[in-house]
């Protein structure tokens, strides 16, 4: 099995930073591409942020410039800075992975639980 945990979320005010964490553990035999992406009340998941094994970024329109994703390979861990946080950036933030197990054929995605993000004032 695959888990990820994600950790860093918590209640900012606008114009905050907050930094989220996700650590993929378990059964991986290799780790591919990582994402972040964020559901708000009565709306879909959204694709926030991708970055892969070799560190490419790529992040909607809505937090570019203002949101960084990095990654620790040595760690299986990604983090996603934010910055100049807004109400509307308020959701549940999701970590998702790409992991090839040593018993599976294809990779398959695996999704954290989620870390509350609330920015007000």
């Known amino acids: 099995q695959v888990q990820l945990v994600e950790s860093g979320g918590g209640l900012v005010q606008p114009g905050g930073s907050l930094r989220l964490s996700c650590v993929a553990s378990?059964?991986?035999?290799?780790?591919?591409?990582m994402a972040w992406y964020r559901q708000a009340p009565g709306k879909q998941r959204e694709l926030l942020a991708t970055?892969?094994?070799?560190?490419?970024?790529n992040y909607a329109d809505d937090v570019k410039g203002r949101f960084t994703l990095s990654r620790d390979s040595a760690k299986n861990t990604v983090y996603l800075q934010m910055n100049s946080l807004k109400p509307e950036d308020t959701a549940v933030y999701y970590c998702?992975?790409?992991?090839?197990?040593?018993?599976?054929?294809?990779?398959?995605?695996?999704w954290g639980q989620g870390t509350q993000v609330t920015v007000s004032s």
């Open positions: 998702k992975a790409v992991v090839l197990t040593p018993v599976g054929r294809n990779p398959n995605d695996y």
């Open positions: 378990g059964s991986i035999f290799r780790l591919y591409d």
């Open positions: 970055i892969t094994v070799v560190g490419t970024t």
